[in-house]
T-cell receptor
Framework: AQSVTQLDSHVSVSEGTPVLLRCNYSSSYSPSLFWYVQHPNKGLQLLLKYTSAATLVKGINGFEAEFKKSETSFHLTKPSAHMSDAAEYFCVVPGYSTLTFGKGTMLLVSP | ETGVTQSPTHLIKTRGQQVTLRCSSQSGHNTVSWYQQALGQGPQFIFQYYREEENGRGNFPPRFSGLQFPNYSSELNVNALELDDSALYLC?????????????FGPGTRLTVL
């Protein structure tokens, strides 16, 4: 079975500083992996996805993630946080007809 | 283009009652998936419907059931409500069942069971 573990339940950054949200995966083969973002009272939105092509994946709003097989990681990064990035972020492993979500990391951005 | 919509926004029920939640797919989408998101948790897959047939089911009891209509809208029905059913219920639509087909999520229905 495939699963993901998000290592931090909350991450706090100041506006303009880098963002790092950590995700490790468990799989018997090289999986596909996604990151989703959930803003309050809004639907989940796909940020980016890795599907065994380039290991460095660029997404929307300046986010990117790097698939590292040796570390079984797929961490999400952004060089400079913006107030509008405050939201909950989910690392996701897709399967047949389903998405398996991590428990989420709440990103807090202070002025 | 209209996105995925869900109704109602909020709902309060008592234990033992039955509830129906509704979802309208994004235009052109033939696949609908339902998820349950408990407070402080990630969404959990309930089931998926493709062209009016169930196409996969997560670890939920039979009292969770669904329907998909010819216009690809969908309902989630929950019988004999329990306190632990209190959660945000999310609907997502896509153009197919493969994970290559991006799932677009609605804003959810918040169900409270007292």
């Amino acid at each position: 079975a495939q699963s993901v573990t998000q290592l931090d339940s909350h991450v706090s950054v100041s506006e303009g500083t880098p963002v790092l949200l950590r995700c490790n995966y468990s799989s018997s083969y090289s999986p596909s992996l996604f990151w989703y973002v959930q803003h309050p009272n809004k639907g989940l939105q796909l940020l980016l996805k890795y599907t065994s092509a380039a290991t460095l994946v660029k997404g929307i709003n300046g986010f990117e993630a790097e698939f590292k097989k040796s570390e079984t990681s797929f961490h999400l990064t952004k060089p400079s946080a913006h107030m509008s990035d405050a939201a909950e972020y989910f690392c996701v492993v897709p399967g047949y007809s389903t998405l398996t979500f991590g428990k989420g990391t709440m990103l807090l951005v202070s002025p | 283009e209209t996105g995925v919509t869900q109704s109602p926004t909020h709902l309060i029920k008592t234990r033992g009652q039955q509830v129906t939640l509704r979802c309208s797919s994004q235009s052109g989408h033939n696949t609908v998936s339902w998820y349950q998101q408990a407070l402080g948790q990630g969404p959990q897959f309930i089931f998926q419907y493709y062209r009016e047939e169930e196409n996969g089911r997560g670890n939920f009891p039979p009292r969770f059931s669904g329907l998909q209509f010819p216009n690809y809208s969908s309902e989630l029905n929950v019988n004999a409500l329990e306190l632990d059913d209190s959660a945000l219920y999310l609907c997502a639509s896509s153009t197919g069942t493969s994970y290559y087909n991006e799932q677009f999520f609605g804003p959810g229905t918040r169900l409270t069971v007292l």
